[in-house]
C-alpha cells in the first residue's frame, strides 16, 4: 500500500510512520506516536490490531492482512480527522 501523507492548512504532515516519513528530515523535526498494536491472539490463533483503548481494528490468520487492514482503517482516519480540520 502506498504511504499517503495529509498536510493541513498550517503546512503540518500527518501520516502512518514508514521508510518514507523517514525520508523528509530536510521538511523539520519528527514527532512519532504509536496508535495501534498488533498482537498473535494465541486462544484464536490469528493476528489482532487494535487502537490503544482497546477497540479492535483488524483480526487475520495472516499478519499482512491485518497489517494492510490496520494501515486502511488508520488512513481513513487521518483523512477524515483532516478532512473536518481543513473545513474548519
Known amino acids: 500500500m502506498p504511504t499517503t501523507i ?7 504532515l500527518s501520516g502512518l510512520a514508514d521508510d518514507t516519513i523517514d525520508k523528509l528530515t530536510s521538511l523539520g ?3 512519532v506516536e504509536r496508535v495501534s498494536n498488533i498482537e498473535f491472539d494465541h486462544e484464536h490463533q490469528c493476528w489482532v490490531a ?6 479492535v481494528i483488524a483480526i ?3 499478519r499482512s492482512e491485518v497489517i494492510d487492514l490496520e494501515r486502511r482503517y488508520l488512513n481513513k482516519c487521518i483523512e477524515n480527522t483532516f478532512a473536518l480540520a481543513v473545513r474548519s
Not at 6 to 12: K, Q, V, Y
Not at 50 to 55: K, S
Open 6 to 12: 495529509f498536510i493541513d492548512n498550517e503546512g503540518n
Open 29 to 31: 523535526q519528527k514527532l
Open 60 to 62: 487475520n490468520p495472516i
Open 50 to 55: 487494535t487502537d490503544l483503548e482497546g477497540e
